[in-house]
């Protein structure tokens, strides 16, 4: 069992039984046989992607409605956050939309070796994307906040919500906004770091 998946798990208060550890110690392992030939993250050493991947993501959680929903995340690359969300929380259906075709079989592999079956993938621009609605939609993307609200509103239903996780230069970002646009803001600790994330929910 990894020390760094289990105790980040615990830190964040997840559930963490064998066949989680063991789906993310996989995971894990799989993203750096892929990395090698598909450059999936720049991040190398187990401990990083751990913490910067997998722990980042699943910071997602507090934001998330408790009850079954269904999830987009957004140029999802890797699988981040959806991938850690879905291997967590069976009950959020999860669709990753990832244009790059490389990053797709990847997705697909995992999805595969994982056996997720709340786990859907989309090898599409989200721009592209018609009469799908989501519930929520998440991205680590590099979208700015207002870019994020008007490339994604339109597969996420009424009174649903954006998420998008934010370094500590966002200010400028909300003021682009606009007063009809309501949001809230929820900093969180990042486990085995010093970083602070700020977590911004638009509500549509």
């Keep these: 069992m990894h020390p760094t998946i289990f105790a980040g798990l615990q830190q964040l208060g997840i559930d963490s039984p064998n066949h989680v550890i063991s789906s993310f110690e996989t995971y894990l392992s799989e993203l750096k046989k892929w990395n090698k030939a598909y450059n999936l993250t720049a991040l190398k050493k ?17 934001l998330l409605p408790e009850r079954k929903c269904s999830v987009a995340d957004v140029g999802s690359g890797a699988g981040f956050p959806g991938l850690p969300i879905a291997i967590v929380k069976p009950d959020i259906a999860v669709t990753l939309i990832e244009p790059s075709r490389k990053k797709c079989a990847f997705l697909r592999h995992i999805k595969r ?53 934010k370094g500590p230069k966002f200010d400028s970002e909300i003021k682009q906004l606009g007063d009809s646009i309501k949001y809230a803001i929820t900093e969180a600790d990042l486990p085995f770091s010093t970083a602070k994330r700020n977590l911004i929910k638009i509500y549509l």
């Design 46 to 62: 187990d401990d990083e992607i751990i913490t910067k991947h997998f722990l980042d993501s699943l910071l997602y959680l507090k």
């Design 113 to 165: 070796s994982l056996q997720l079956n709340n786990i859907k993938i989309l090898e599409s621009r989200v721009e592209d994307i018609k009469d799908i609605v989501f519930d929520a939609a998440v991205t680590r993307a590099l979208f700015s906040i207002s870019d994020f609200v008007k490339t994604t509103r339109h597969i996420v239903k009424k009174n649903g919500i954006l998420i998008l996780n």
